[in-house]
């Protein structure tokens, strides 16, 4: 039996023979491109060759890429675990020809490889060839077709729709029809009742697709129609897990040897023999799917978060959590524990999983012990509910208010109320579902309107805004797009000086001069490799040529908070360690953040450290040395870090500010040297996850404004301590004062209130039974309650009213024994409303005990009276 690892170097090495360049996987999750979040498909690194805006390294390539369909077009996560061919993350296997080999080859080797190199039977094997589509105005793949039949018999190639095959990556963009390769695994008996080909794209776990050919040669414009390329490419997207299934022999991807050591680690973890019980079985290939997609996408930099992708992240670990907590009866963090068995079958290929594993524990442990705490409050309040309602129905909105807040996935309510032999109502469910997905489908509504180009000869942009901050432009081609909120164009130029979003560095803003007309660029954005500008209005003569002017202001201070995060990264390490990796950053004109891989929180000292190194590197005035092109590995040689999840060329960028202090691959725009920042000040620094912290800083006028604005602060302090040297001393004998004296205040008025007890006790009325005291006395609330309370515990039978004033405000305090109440039928919350109308206020509370407060002291001797009258009575 071929191993997993054996398969997937045979693929590799066949493509290698036939001139293929093998490139490593791109990151799994995206960057640069605004309609995706995470690589659904090999094709997805080289998107801006097929679209144009770069030139292919090689005319052939071939990889495996670690793939995540769990958003967007193509979907897959509610079908995971439930049947046993899907995935969240999987490897796809790919051969890509840009404008070189076309149907022919792509055809020919996919069969050779499959048949001749990996020996499986021809028998098992039905092609699937693009039937056309007349909407499209498509025809039948003839030439497709014809390569087949000279391979394969024309009974197993079958024609598909464009639902099958026609390959689209989103709703415009470079799309083909595809020709697929499926494999029937099922017994000799089966096969006997029904041919593999009427199995054939029918959902059938064993009559699978697990080869994917697409010709790329058309355009989808955002009218709908189909535009031809100029030049015709192959992107093969092959399932690893399924060809491993059908190589090993098994039935299943997670029988194969991908899954099957994980699938034992967790049923030995729960207890329960995989193979055994339908829901068990699903719930741990939920596990062991879901498992590998959060720990690439943290080795890729993506934590779970509360948006965005992060989200996605986060619902795929507490989907794993819920699927072991519901079915698997594991009530404790458990996910995390399987990292390390995850880490040793993989890292071979992907070596970014072994030099994040402490990172990928931590995180994933964090995020478990936070969603179970959810999980249980969720429970809670499914508990309480139930004790609550008597018909035995879930209403459809709590089920929506359990699964949206809580994390409940609907199968776990269902199944919380079945043990309760209560029912769950799903219309009413499906109703708040199809409404969210409603409401964020609105939101996320964009019309893009097709490029206008106006010089199809030039595409690419020149960037020339290292060196230069204004220069003549040319629009290349600019399109209309509106979304719910807005409306913009977007607009390519052949040559700019405006930096594009990239690498956490905000994109430039500026002007297009035309003359005395002037258009605002508000943004510079990079969408797979091209950079886009983006303006409210579009110039009147877009064929003129322009000035595109930076916002040198903008982008000087922009500038000078990227280099300095380069400084302080080089500090963080000298002062922490070197386990110290940048986990993200933002580099805006107003500030710079930072988060980095740290186990604590850093101490006062270690950021006075980092501050001091930094600033002392200001003053030193280092100049920047900026590297272009240099090959990758040569600037590894220099020290320079490549970070995780970050896709890399083969010739790099490299900054360093002194080669021994501080060396980064950057496409970023630096300082000449480094005195132009200033000054550098760190201004908070926290945990965002796990094992992460995040630092905020601020360099030039702002820290400058920053620092004076606290020195002002402490110049207001020591005005209120009147000058005195040590200030900080003066404030701490300030505040030792104040608790000495609060004490002695304490004390005196304990003393106060014995005192006046004494007086009051020596002055009860004998009323009908009752020992009654209305009295103004000169306490505060607090006081008058205590000396409530001392009274009643020595005088029985007691009927109290206290009135009292302070700061201008009048309080009034009625205590009557219980036992009076019941017999006399008094009531001191009913005393306390009636007579706190004489101080102008009110109160309330209980029969034996109430308060009030108003605005009118002198009106305490009224309520007084009052009380008196009432209490007779
Ligand atoms: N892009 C095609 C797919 O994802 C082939 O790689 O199926």
Redesign the pocket.
């Known amino acids: 039996m071929m191993k997993s690892s054996e398969i997937r170097k045979t693929f590799l090495e066949f493509f290698r023979r036939k001139q293929h360049e093998i490139v490593p996987s791109a990151p799994m999750v995206l960057k640069n491109d605004p309609t995706l979040m995470f690589t659904n498909?090999?094709?997805n690194q080289f998107k801006d060759i097929f679209l144009g805006n770069t030139v292919a390294k090689s005319p052939r390539a071939a990889d495996t890429q670690k793939c995540l369909r769990v958003s967007g077009k193509h979907n897959d996560l509610e079908e995971v675990g439930h049947d046993t061919y899907h995935h969240t993350m999987f490897e796809?296997l790919?051969n890509w020809s840009f404008g070189d080999y076309f149907k022919k080859e792509a055809i020919a080797w996919a069969w050779e490889l499959l048949t001749d190199e990996l020996k499986i039977d021809k028998e098992n094997l039905y092609i699937t060839v693009f039937g056309g589509d007349e909407k499209d105005g498509t025809s039948k793949d003839m030439e497709a077709y014809d390569f087949w039949k000279a391979i394969v018999a024309e009974d197993k190639i079958l024609f598909g729709s464009k639902k099958d095959n026609f390959?689209e990556?989103g709703e415009t963009g470079p799309c083909g029809p595809c020709s697929e390769i499926h494999v029937d695994i099922r017994p000799a008996e089966e096969k006997a009742k029904i041919a593999g080909k009427d199995l054939v794209n029918m959902d059938h776990p064993e009559v699978i697709e697990i080869w994917?050919l697409?010709f790329i040669e058309f355009n989808r414009m955002a009218d709908g129609s189909l535009k031809p390329l100029p030049a015709k490419h192959i992107?093969?997207?092959m399932g690893f897990e399924r060809l491993c299934m059908v190589l090993q022999g098994v039935r299943s991807n997670y029988d194969t040897d991908v899954f099957q050591p994980m699938l034992q680690s967790i049923a030995k973890l729960s207890g329960i023999e995989y193979g055994k019980n339908n829901e068990a079985d699903i719930a741990m290939r939920v596990i062991a799917d879901h498992l590998r997609a959060v720990s690439f996408a943290i080795a890729d930099g993506q934590l779970p978060s509360n948006t965005g992708a992060g989200y996605v992240i986060r619902r795929i670990l507490r989907r794993a959590v819920r699927y072991g907590f519901t079915f698997l009866n594991l009530k404790e963090a458990f996910v995390h524990t399987l990292v390390p068995q995850l880490v040793a079958e993989m890292s071979e290929t992907f070596t970014e999983l072994k030099s994040q594993q402490g990172l990928i524990e931590k995180v994933i442990q964090e995020e478990e012990v936070s969603f179970l705490r959810t999980l249980s409050q969720g429970i809670k309040k499914f508990e309480n509910y139930i004790s609550e309602k008597a018909d035995k129905v879930i209403d459809g909105k709590f089920a929506f208010e359990l699964f949206d807040t809580y994390g409940f996935p609907i199968d776990l309510t269902q199944l919380m109320a079945r043990e309760q032999d209560w029912t769950v109502d799903m219309e009413g469910f499906e109703k708040g579902l199809t409404e969210q997905k409603e409401r964020s489908r609105q939101a996320a509504v964009v019309d893009t309107e097709d490029w206008i180009e106006l010089n199809t000869d030039i595409q690419s942009t020149e960037f020339v805004g290292y060196t230069e901050l204004s220069c003549s432009s040319k629009i290349n081609k600019y399109r209309k797009v509106k979304t719910k909120k807005k409306e913009f164009y977007e607009v390519v130029l052949d040559k700019t000086p405006f930096y594009a979003e990239s690498g956490g560095q905000v994109g430039d803003s500026g002007l297009l001069i035309d003359g005395d007309k002037k258009y605002e660029i508000i943004e510079t954005k990079n969408d797979n490799n091209q950079s886009v500008h983006i303006l409210p209005a579009l110039p009147e003569h877009p064929e003129n040529i322009f000035t595109a002017q930076v916002d040198i202001e903008k982008r000087k201070l922009t500038t000078n908070n990227h280099s300095a995060t380069h400084l302080m990264h080089a500090a963080l390490r000298m002062v922490l360690g070197d386990h110290v990796e940048q986990k993200g950053s933002l580099v805006n004109p107003e500030r710079l953040r930072f988060d980095f891989s740290h186990f604590g929180k850093m101490t006062a000292e270690e950021i006075a450290e980092v501050e001091k190194i930094v600033n002392k590197k200001i003053r030193e005035n280092v100049v920047s040395g900026v590297h272009q092109n240099v090959p990758i590995e040569e600037a590894k040689g220099m020290g320079a870090m490549a970070l995780f999840g970050e896709k890399y060329g083969d010739f790099v960028r490299v900054i360093d500010f002194d080669p021994t202090y501080s060396v980064e691959l950057c496409g970023g725009t630096h300082v000449p040297a480094t005195g132009q920042i200033g000054m550098f000040k760190i201004i908070s620094e926290g945990a965002i996850a796990a094992g992460v912290r995040r630092i905020e800083a601020i360099t030039a006028d702002a820290a400058e404004y920053y620092i004076n604005d606290q020195l002002n602060t402490f110049a207001e302090v020591k005005a209120c301590v009147k000058g005195a040297k040590d200030p900080v001393k003066a404030v701490t004998d300030l505040q030792d004062q104040i608790a000495k004296l609060q004490k002695e205040v304490d004390a005196f008025k304990k003393q106060q209130v014995q005192l006046i007890k004494a007086d009051l006790l020596s002055s009860v009325e004998q009323v009908d039974g009752m020992n009654v005291i209305i009295r103004k006395v000169n306490l505060d609330a607090g006081g008058a309650k205590d000396l409530a309370f001392a009274l009643k515990k020595e005088l029985d039978k007691l009927v109290l009213t206290l009135g009292y004033a302070n700061d201008g405000k009048a309080g009034l305090t009625v205590v009557i024994d219980e036992n009076l109440c019941k017999e006399k039928d008094l009531n001191a919350g009913a005393i306390i409303r009636e007579i706190s109308k004489e101080i102008r206020g009110g109160g309330g509370g209980q029969a034996h005990f109430a308060t009030a407060g108003g605005k009118n002291p002198d009106g305490i001797d009224n309520a007084l009276s009052k009380a008196k009258e009432l209490i007779s009575k």
């Open positions: 498909a090999g094709m796809m790919g390959w990556m994917n697409v992107d093969t997207g």
